[in-house]
Each structure stands twice: as structure tokens, then as C-alpha cells.
């Protein structure tokens, strides 16, 4: 019979997704089939699953980290912000509609059943089922309706170990506070609290473990100090991406508002010859770039209005004009061709609006979401390269007649005529190792990195992390079995 337990957080960003995944390793070396679960997330950095559905990023790296394919049910309700006020819903990886946020929080109609059926199903097949919370519990005036913390918790009869973060400060008041907060119902849930991100000498925060316990009455799994490597794992959270200095090959990012699927620059961040500087608002694209590579994006009208707002336009015509290369994925795609038309608002507000015009070519958001995974190749050396689609739209024009890749003999993307400015649909393409070397040696720069074989080093250096840290005997003892 299988067991879970729910690693939720006194915070949104408090490590939740990372413990999980560590955890879900270290299980999985003492010989446990460990299956990841997160009833509810809010993310535009999505993974696809092999039946062509969409799940959270951390999902997709949680159920790598357990030796199993990604699948719907581990993440039944996906959240993805289109604006400040609106989102699109994937319900069991399929998109259900956008919805705003103030009829979201009074309609949850079917999603709680949508989240009990998903974790039944995967306890079905594995001795332990690890569930992650998002955000906080302690976020009392969210508890209505609630399916993503201490709702769940209770509609399932799962334990719960509560995890703070004394990076950010305050950790005793985080786990203590949150306590005091709760309702009965839900604090008899918790059965334990972990803290995590210490920096410096363990003993030195010994007084406050106890002092937690003291008023808290809960025990403590263990004190995490800080994973030096979790900058090396995929990022869910556009909080969690940074830059990344490395050698004289700079990539330069503009920080979308609605960026998406940014696990794109995940790869070229390991490069020790690459920097990744990733520039945010309010700041110049500087000039020295080896290649500007424009991001996905959840809103690809609302994100070149905010690109165009903050200059960046400019910027990178001026990148263009001095013989730099420019590289458009998805949304950066659409965003460096000539005109972008969303008559039905698919994609956000609806309206027509002219790109940057360094491809010829033009996108109409119409048609049904492509949603699967890909294995192409490049048409010129004839590299493979496996990948992903996630997108709404059609972009077709002269620059499409030079594409430079190969999906099931298909062409895919568009190369501009002095060869210097690219755009694709492809997601995920520079995990492919050939692929990526190939690329960058365009830009003078040789890679002879195995980019899958790090991350499956640092997921196993993750899971040593935990092994050392936290008392996982008592974890696994905390569990409880599933009910039907």
C-alpha cells in the first residue's frame, strides 16, 4: 500500500520544489517507487508529457529525479499568468480556458475531484508519493476553497512537514507564526518542520531549532544548509532565474514580463565558456553580446509592448544592424517577425501589432495549442535535436523558405537572409548536446559539455545533500498510507 506525505512551505520560494526532488532520488536509491505530486501550480515555465500534456517544470524534473516519465496526473492543475489579473487553467494537461483571478478564487468547480482522482491513480502504482504544497498555508484568506496546501491535506489525510527558509530571514517566525495562525483542522495535519538555505556553521542556529520545537510542540527533520549546485537543476520559478557568469561567450536575455519556458537557458548556463546575463527592466541590452536570444512568452503582444517599453527594441536592431546574432524562441519567435495578429485574444488582449521585422515573416494566433514532445534535426549538418512545442499560433513568410530545422520532414523555423537571426518553436533544443555545440561554434565557441549527465550528477549530489541533513527515517516513518 502506498504512503504519502506533503513538504509545504512557510513561503512561496522556500526550496519546496528542490527538497522534493532530492527526496524523491533518495528514496528511489533505498529501492522505493516514488511518484512527485503537486495538486495545484502556477507557473509559465511548463514541461510535456509523453501523452502531449502540460505540466509544471519542477513536475517534469521531480519525476527525473524519481526514474519515471512525467505524466499529467502529477500535476492535475496547472496555472499559467497571461496578466496581473488572469490566467490560463490546464486541467489533467489539457487547457480548459483563461480565466481571471477574482472568478477563479469564487469557481473551483471539479478541480479538487480533478486533484484526488490524479493522486489516487499514481498511490496506485508507487510505495510513496511525495506532495508539494505552493505557496504558503499560513496565507489564511486563501483557505476557502483551497486545493493546493492544507485543503488538500485534508480532503486527502496526508501528514504535512513544513518547511522555512532562513535565507530570507525571520525563519522562527515563518514555522511559529504560521502555527498561530492555522486552524485546528489543519495544524493537526502537520506532523513535523524542516529549515532550509542555512548559510555558515549549523551549531550556530541550534538554539533556534529547539526554540521552534519548544513552541511549537513539532519536531525537526533537520537543518538544510545551502545546495551550492541548484543553479545547475531546471528553475520553475522566473524568481529562481539568474545570470550566470562564465567565459567570454555572452548570451544576452531581456526578462520578459510573461517569460516562459525559460528552462531554454538552462544549458547554455552550465557552459563554462557562456555567460547568461539575463537584464531586467529598466536596464540597456549591452552591447557586447555574442547573441541576444528573446525567451518564450505566456503573452507575446503584452511582452513585446513591455519589450518595446523598456527600450530593448532598439537595443537589439542595433545588435542586429553590427552583424550580431539574434535567436527567437516561441514567442521571441513571433516577436522578431513582421506582424502579430491575435483576433480572438488566445494569447492575451486581442489586437494586431507590427514585430521587430528581423524575420520576414508573420504570425496569426489561431487553431488549437500544440502541445508534444519533438525529435528533429538540423537541416544543414543533419544533427539531431529533441525538444518540445508548446504554443498557439501559425507563422508562415519568406524567411520560413530558409528554415534550418527538420521535424518529421517537416521544416521548422526561419533564418534571416544574411543567416544572422533565427527563430524557432522548438523549446528545449540546447539540451541536446550536439545541437548546442553545433550552435555555439557559430558564435567561436567550442562545448564539449554532457549537459543530461550533469544534471542526473547534481540530482544524486541532491539527494546525498538530504541523506546528510535531514533524518529521512523519520520522514518515511511520518508517512501514512494512502486511503481510497
Not at 508548446?390 to 528554415?403: F, K, L, N, P, Q
Amino acid at each position: 500500500m502506498a504512503r504519502s506525505i506533503m513538504i509545504q512551505g512557510t513561503g512561496s520560494n522556500v526550496g519546496k520544489s528542490l527538497v522534493v526532488a532530492g527526496l524523491a532520488r533518495a528514496f528511489v536509491r533505498r529501492g522505493l517507487n516514488v511518484a512527485p505530486f503537486k495538486p495545484q501550480n502556477m507557473s509559465n515555465n511548463a514541461a510535456v508529457t509523453p501523452e502531449g500534456g502540460e505540466i509544471g517544470r519542477a513536475q517534469a524534473l521531480q519525476a527525473r529525479a524519481a526514474r519515471r516519465a512525467p505524466h499529467t496526473d502529477m500535476n492535475p492543475v496547472l496555472l499559467k499568468p497571461e496578466t496581473d489579473t488572469g490566467a490560463q487553467v490546464i486541467v489533467h494537461g489539457k487547457r480548459r480556458g483563461t480565466r481571471s483571478a477574482g472568478s477563479f478564487m469564487r469557481d473551483k468547480s471539479g478541480l479538487l475531484e480533478a486533484a484526488l482522482e490524479s493522486f489516487h491513480r499514481l498511490a496506485a502504482d508507487a510505495d510513496l508519493v511525495l506532495i508539494e504544497g505552493a505557496g504558503s498555508p499560513a496565507e489564511t484568506n486563501l483557505r476557502k476553497g483551497d486545493i493546493a496546501n492544507m485543503g488538500f491535506a485534508c480532503a486527502a489525510d496526508v501528514p504535512v512537514v513544513l518547511v522555512g527558509d532562513i535565507h530570507r530571514g525571520g525563519v522562527i517566525a515563518q514555522v511559529v507564526g504560521t502555527q498561530a495562525v492555522l486552524e485546528q483542522e489543519d495544524l493537526d495535519r502537520i506532523v513535523g518542520f524542516a529549515v532550509n538555505r542555512f548559510r555558515g556553521d549549523l551549531s550556530l542556529f541550534d538554539a533556534g531549532r529547539d526554540d521552534i520545537v519548544e513552541r511549537t510542540g513539532w519536531p525537526c527533520l533537520g537543518v538544510l544548509p545551502w545546495f551550492n549546485d541548484a543553479w545547475r537543476l531546471p528553475a520553475e520559478d522566473m524568481m529562481d532565474i539568474a545570470s550566470h557568469k562564465g567565459g567570454a561567450c555572452k548570451v544576452i536575455v531581456p526578462q520578459l514580463e510573461r517569460m516562459a519556458n525559460f528552462d531554454d537557458l538552462d544549458p547554455l548556463s552550465a557552459e563554462p565558456g557562456v555567460s547568461v546575463e539575463i537584464v531586467p527592466p529598466g536596464r540597456a541590452l549591452p552591447g557586447d553580446a555574442a547573441l541576444i536570444l528573446i525567451p518564450g512568452s505566456k503573452s507575446t503582444i503584452g511582452d513585446l509592448n513591455f519589450l518595446r517599453a523598456q527600450g530593448w527594441d532598439i537595443d537589439i536592431l542595433a545588435h542586429a544592424r553590427r552583424g550580431g546574432h539574434v535567436l527567437g524562441l516561441c514567442g521571441g519567435y513571433q516577436i522578431l517577425g513582421k506582424t502579430i495578429d491575435d483576433p480572438d485574444g488566445v494569447d492575451g488582449r486581442p489586437g494586431k501589432v507590427d514585430g521587430l521585422g528581423l524575420l520576414d515573416v508573420h504570425t496569426v494566433m489561431a487553431g488549437q495549442k500544440r502541445v508534444t514532445l519533438t525529435e528533429a534535426s538540423m537541416i544543414e549538418d543533419d544533427i539531431p535535436v529533441s525538444g518540445y512545442e508548446i504554443h498557439m499560433g501559425r507563422t508562415e513568410g519568406a524567411d520560413c523558405d530558409r528554415a534550418w530545422l527538420s521535424i518529421e520532414g517537416r521544416d521548422e523555423g526561419a533564418v534571416s537572409r544574411n543567416g544572422r537571426v533565427r527563430g524557432t518553436y522548438l523549446h528545449g533544443l540546447f539540451s541536446s548536446d550536439g545541437f548546442r555545440a553545433r550552435f555555439l561554434a557559430d558564435l567561436g565557441h567550442e562545448s564539449d559539455l554532457l549537459y543530461e549527465d550533469g544534471v542526473e550528477d547534481v540530482l544524486d549530489a541532491l539527494a546525498d545533500h538530504l541523506e546528510q541533513y535531514l533524518d529521512l527515517d523519520l520522514l518515511l516513518k511520518l508517512a501514512q498510507p494512502v486511503k481510497s
